[in-house]
């Protein structure tokens, strides 16, 4: 017979303890990785859209002649990208990037001849396809973010992530005016 029956619960408690710490801190990783693989295809789209301005500036340039602010304005937020360290500093970038971009397009429906290029039309359907992109690909990013930030705030894994350091991560939001169209008016 077993005389002290207090040493095997203790046991059974400090093994079933010791799997919740072991299986919760691994599952906290492995969300925290996704998350970071998702932000990762995020840039991997943002580096596409990067690479296709240049040739979508040239094409303009070469196609008409038009307001060199807005040429410049997507240079420099080409150039911001590519200097970009932190993850908020690239979504800055990024959202830049969409301004300036949405200025370009507007920009360019005053010239039916540039929409007429076959190398215009191309880039196009490149920057599009790419956009589409980037969309599906902030979409995975948030819902793993979001994933991730509600298992590390349930409750009693909660108390597992504050011991192990594991804080919530930041999901993609739309800059302010984002939902506003851009406007070019070439009468000033």
Known sequence: MIKKP????????L???????????????????????????VETVYQ?????????????????????STLTAVTEARTQWM??????????????????????????EAYPQ???TE???DL???LEGTENRISVARKDYNDAVKTYNVA???????LLAGIFGFAQEKPFEAAPGADKAPVVDFDQ
């Open 6 to 13: 207090w040493v095997i619960v203790l046991i059974l408690v």
């Open 15 to 41: 093994v079933v303890l010791g799997g919740w710490l072991w299986s919760g801190f691994n599952g906290f990783v492995a969300q925290q990785e996704n998350v970071k693989n998702a932000w990762a295809q």
């Open 48 to 68: 596409r859209r990067i690479d296709l301005v240049p040739n979508l500036v040239n094409t303009v340039k070469g196609a008409a002649n038009f307001e060199q």
């Open 83 to 108: 200097g970009a360290g932190t993850r908020q500093d690239k979504l800055a970038a990024a959202q830049n990037m969409e301004g300036a971009l949405g200025r370009l397009l507007v920009t360019v």
């Open 114 to 116: 540039l929409k007429a």
């Open 119 to 121: 190398a215009f039309r």
């Open 124 to 126: 196009m359907t490149q």
């Open 152 to 158: 590390i705030r349930r409750f009693p894994s909660n």
